[in-house]
């Protein structure tokens, strides 16, 4: 966990803290291995860590490894992690960018009263028997609990066009 004294001029925290409120359980599928152990190395995005060629590896539990039937080498998958160690209790965030607060609902920070990360990876390598799914780039920390994967669908998860 994060100490909670950084807070930056204009952040707001939540009335209540969201790592305090008991009413979902999830079960970790996995870890996912990267080369980043520490925030300040962490890329901020898929673009950087490929920019950079942090690739990584998801590491699926021995119970949920026949769930990876029908992945192939080539697909690109949705990765939804736990970004376990961030912060979970700001409202208003002031990114180092921004002349003014935001809303954590309109940022991608990890900072968040759910630290949900998304990550659409290509999968380079599949090896079923061992759980070990080689990505071309990831942006978290090793270690870090996964908890879904999803296929990318072109078709439905493309915005239509305007």
């Known amino acids: 966990m994060t100490d909670h004294t950084d807070q930056r001029l204009g ?6 803290d969201p790592a305090k409120v ?10 996912v291995r990267s ?3 520490e925030r300040s190395q962490c890329p901020r995005n898929l ?9 990584g590896r998801a590491l699926i539990d021995p119970p949920f490894r026949p ?3 029908g992945l192939n080498v080539g697909d ?6 736990w970004l376990h160690r961030s912060r979970r209790d700001l409202a208003l965030q002031m990114p180092r960018h921004a002349e003014r607060p935001k809303g954590t ?10 630290p949900i990360g998304l990550h659409l990876v290509h999968l380079v390598e599949i090896d079923l028997s061992s759980g070990v799914l080689t990505l071309d780039a990831i942006d978290v920390l090793d270690g870090t609990p996964l908890i879904d994967l ?9 915005p239509p066009e305007t």
């Open 47 to 55: 673009r950087e860590a490929r920019d950079r060629g942090g690739g």
């Open 150 to 158: 999803k296929p990318y669908l072109p078709g439905v998860d493309r």
């Open 76 to 81: 690109w998958v949705h990765l939804l992690t």
């Open 105 to 114: 609902f309109a940022l991608r920070s990890p900072v968040r009263p759910n």
């Open 35 to 37: 080369p980043w152990t």
């Open 22 to 31: 008991p009413d979902a359980s999830l079960a970790y599928i996995g870890r």
């Open 11 to 16: 952040e707001v925290q939540f009335a209540v």
């Open 67 to 69: 769930a990876l039937e």
